[in-house]
């Protein structure tokens, strides 16, 4: 007897593929639609042979091959971030355990399995590992955290009150229990709660479901992270379920003194002892959520004097076509510009992105690093190497009224399941060891290419604004005062992404050469900002 064909062909595929990282944006997620179909196609062919599993496996199948293989409907499938968690949950999770498990250990197959770890090589393959499921469970918390959606409606499907399910997509109990233990992992205890009792209540009605959880593999993580959120009367009930279902299960059997214990301090008043202390940057990041959620906006006192109009930018080739133009917020100046770029321009620059855009990462150059701050993935188009930017590039200029010498290369961004941007200003303390002679970030240019179903708003916590995505559209703002000090209300944040895919570009226009177009004022101009510091 051979070692078991399942593990032969897993540990050669890990091998030969690097981290796919493919929940931080959604253009890498169509890549997983091959690989699911060609293992389809390979697994239906074992089937035959499979007898005994037949059953289980193709209605495994009929699951995946709900999954649409034409290029034409993959990108509506991804737009819910549920499909992503689903197709990332499958291939790090069910493919190995649920099929390869029980059905290669049972025969020799070292010939098929090299015909169907041949068929898998591909050099651009990247195979996506458990830090992608636990990015995705990440994601649908975000998602959670910042829209307030409830659990039971998130697993039926239905993103937000009202909406419809008409691709039908729910999570399995299977799938939620994957949820709530990945969440114990983040920390994340009290939504951990929430999925595996909502695994809890799915497994009940799912008895002939395959994958299949059992009920009292879920009461194994739920009892404990009830404890861990303070329940523990619930805990020790369930604990004692545990017992009841395996009464020599060896770790309800420690625990069940432990809770006795806990349960007796509990009812002593005398040591039940609790403080606790609200962290600052647990208010920072509550406001930043409730001007996501829009909870929290603009007064029309402060909205009075904001207007729309056409301009020219005082360019004379925009006479005829003028910019469209919607004040946001006056001081710090934030503004739309709207029909920016057309439809042919954000598909070249989406189709460029595609297959080129790799893990955005936060940070100084030479000191970034990749942080959950920020989930999506970028690549950089440098001016000079794509020639069909040059329109864009002048456009940006007209429209700003600044030069593009010490402009950094344009940034295009795609965010994946949740993707967001935490609060974060564009400016640096240390400009100088930074950014040498360009100088600080002047002013942000950040264009939309897309629409966004639901969420990816760029929030300005301080301001009380959220800017929804208008594709084609140009959002500008300064980060700078007019004395080239740093604005501290211009913190800002890219909220997650609900539904869809969020396609941006980002341009930053330094100090540097634009003493002639924007000077700079000879008086101190830094207004008392510091409750935005």
Known sequence: MTMPVFVIFWVSLCLTSVKGDYYSATSELEALVDVEVRLVQQIEFYLQKAEEQQENIKRFLENVEKVPDDPYYIEDYFENPINAFITIKRLVHDWRYNVFEPVFDQSDLVAYKENLTKQLESPDFKNPTKDDLLGATRGLWRLQETYKLPTSQLANGILMPGDKNELNVTLSASDCYTIGSYLNELQQHSYAVDW??????????????????????????????????????????????????????ETALKDKPIYETQLAWQRDPRLNVAASKVDESSKSLDLYQRVCRGELRQ????????????????????????????????????????????????????????????????????????????????????????????????????????????????QLVNYGIGGHYEPHYDFVEDKVTTFGWKGNRLLTALLYLNEVPMGGATAFPYLKLAVPPVKGSLLVWYNLH????????????????????????????????????????????????????
């Open 196 to 249: 595996l009792l909502e695994a809890k209540a799915k497994s009940i009605k799912e008895v002939s479901a395959f994958p299949f959880v059992s009920e009292l593999s879920i009461l194994e993580q739920l009892a404990p992270t009830l404890n861990q959120v303070g329940n523990k009367k619930l805990a020790y009930r369930l604990n004692t379920e545990i017992l009841e279902k395996d009464p020599n299960h």
């Open 299 to 410: 007064s029309p006192r402060q909205q009075r004097k904001l207007r729309c109009f056409y301009s020219d930018r005082g360019v004379a080739f925009y006479r005829l076509g003028p910019f469209k133009v919607e004040q946001l917020n006056l001081d710090p100046y934030v503004a739309y510009f709207h029909n920016v770029i057309s439809d042919d321009e954000t598909d070249d620059l989406i189709e460029h992105g595609m297959g080129q855009v790799k893990r955005s990462r936060v940070g100084t150059v030479g000191n970034s690093t990749v942080s959950e701050v920020r989930t999506s993935q970028n690549t950089w188009l440098w001016y000079e190497q794509q020639p069909w930017l040059k329109n864009l590039k002048l456009r940006l200029e007209d429209i700003t009224g600044l030069g593009m010498e010490s402009a950094e290369p344009l």
């Open 482 to 533: 007019r004395s080239l000090d740093p604005d501290f209300r211009t913190k800002h944040a890219g909220c997650p992404v609900l539904m869809g895919s969020k396609w941006v570009c980002n341009e930053w226009f330094h100090e540097g050469a634009q003493e002639f177009r924007r000077p700079c004022g000879l008086m101190n101009d830094n207004v008392d900002d510091t409750l935005a510091s």
